[in-house]
């Protein structure tokens, strides 16, 4: 069973960045699967921000197109979110899961980006952006 790990959150002020970090370990049951970045607000529900899949396709939510960018180091068995141009909005907890066995869903973002798809989560990093 995998077993994800968040690092990087933190307090920065509005325009700045962060890069968060995701490390797996654990024997892998595939090597088909689907990671992303969610985050949650106190009083509000889990969203996806960002998704990658294993040939490195990618998909954002509006909200932070342009701004945050998704990636993996294979060799590292990591999981990024560079953000960039910080909002308050963008405070949060976040993170990241996996699903294995997504290929069938490869070009639905909507599944990409439902809290509900995923199997594996981290415990979460706390991002909060100050104005």
């Known amino acids: 069973q995998v077993h994800l790990v968040e690092s990087g959150g933190g307090s920065v002020q509005s325009g700045g960045s962060l890069r968060l970090s995701c490390a797996a370990s654990g024997p892998p049951v595939s090597t088909e699967y689907c990671m992303a970045w969610f985050r949650q607000a106190p009083g509000k529900q889990r969203e996806g921000v960002a998704a990658?899949?294993?040939?490195?396709?990618?998909t954002y939510a509006d909200t932070v197109k342009g701004r945050f960018t998704i990636s993996q180091d294979n060799a590292e068995n990591t999981l990024y979110l560079q953000m960039n141009s910080l909002k308050p909005e963008d405070t949060a907890k976040y993170y990241c899961?996996?699903?294995?066995?997504?290929?069938?869903?490869?070009?639905?973002?909507?599944?990409?980006?439902?809290?509900?798809?995923?199997?594996?989560w981290g415990q979460g990093t706390q991002v909060t952006v100050s104005s």
């Open positions: 990658m899949i294993t040939d490195g396709r990618t």
């Open positions: 899961a996996r699903k294995y066995y997504c290929g069938a869903h490869y070009y639905d973002n909507g599944f990409l980006l439902s809290p509900l798809k995923y199997n594996y």
